[in-house]
């Protein structure tokens, strides 16, 4: 996914990906390095001045896993022609898309945004950084395995309906929790998806759903085999597929 629109990878790219490129405290040293920043003055309170500043990191200092800036501007357009008032993502990383996303989305009109986000050390990462951006007033970070984020949002009254999902976590998951928002009723007519990688690494599962028919998913859904949740059948997708630019300079989608 990303800006369709990009035909050549223009600017540094990030340092190269290396063998180990996350959980190894360079999101930590991300923090400092924004929080102790030469011009802190200029970047607290504006999201794009964070991002900025995450994009120095990973041109400069190490890869970061970011959605980075071409691919997160299919999104951005997407949040200023749906003016989403709720918003989930599924993977929040170090916040580059939370910022990104949570403060587009604050300028259509939107209310709340929630950044799932099963690591707690990357969590603490975002809500500083949110912080930082001055977008705390609308982003709410989750820290838990993103179902068990879902079904406590939604018992707890705090999450009722998605207008824009971005699903960007652990791959397997994307399909599995698809259908638990759907089984939840938290998707439905007018909801709009966003999948991040779906080429490369590849999730050929959850393009094979959002792709089939309503007898297809009907067929599925009678299995008795089935495990976890089994969504809502009924539903019909528009699926588009949006190819982009990674950090790294690599063409993908």
Known sequence: MGDSAQENFQGQAYQPQEEVFFDDGRETELLHFVTNHDKIDQIRGNPQKVLDAIDEFGRTQKYLMNIGEYKSKTV?????KEKPEVMVELGGYVGYSAIAFAAAQRAAGGKQYFSLEKN????????????????????????????????????????QQIDLLFLDHYKPAYTADLKLCEELGLVGPGSVYAADNV????????????RSTVDQ??????????????????????????????????PVS
């Open 120 to 159: 707690p050390e990357f969590g603490g990462v975002i809500e500083k950084l949110v912080v930082l951006a001055g977008l705390s007033d609308i982003v709410k970070v989750v820290v838990g395995p993103s179902s068990d984020s879902i079904r406590h949002l939604f018992t707890q009254g705090k999450l």
């Open 76 to 80: 951005v357009d997407l949040i200023k």
């Open 199 to 210: 080429i490369k690494p590849g999730n050929p599962p959850y393009l094979e759903y959002v």
């Open 217 to 250: 998913k009907r067929e599925q859904y009678r299995k008795p085999t089935e495990e976890g949740p089994k969504g809502n059948p009924n539903l019909v997708y528009e699926s588009k597929l949006v190819k982009g630019w990674e950090p790294s300079g690599v």
